[in-house]
């Protein structure tokens, strides 16, 4: 068993930064690939980015040059830094490895 614990949105102005934590325990000897999902209203979930146990980064095209995904061993923590959001970033923003889901976390882009 794996669980995982965000924290870090709020709501923010358009322009803005939020960062984004997710800490991980239990089995976290297993956990290789570490991901960040979100989910606006009425819309399916997505991968936004995706940071494997060598650092290698994958990110959705309509996040890439603004989220950076990065890793903290030590801390067994993942984090999304989200910069020049934008409204359509509105989302429930859910941390997830292998088949666990975190609890979600909500970020809010608006004027």
């Known amino acids: 068993q794996v669980q995982l614990v965000e924290s870090g949105g709020g709501l923010v102005q358009p322009g803005g930064s939020l960062r984004l934590s997710c800490a991980a325990s239990?089995?976290?000897?297993?956990?290789?690939?570490m991901d960040w999902y979100r989910q606006a209203p009425g819309k399916e979930r997505e991968l936004v980015a995706f940071?494997?146990?060598?650092?290698?980064?994958i990110y959705a095209d309509s996040v890439k040059g603004r989220f950076t995904i990065s890793r903290e061993y030590a801390k067994n923590s993942v984090y999304l830094q989200m910069n020049s959001l934008k409204v359509e970033d509105t989302a429930v923003y859910y941390c997830?490895?292998?088949?666990?889901w975190g609890q979600g976390t909500q970020v809010t882009v608006s004027s």
């Open positions: 239990g089995r976290i000897f297993s956990i290789n690939t």
């Open positions: 997830h490895t292998k088949s666990y």
């Open positions: 940071i494997t146990s060598n650092g290698r980064t």
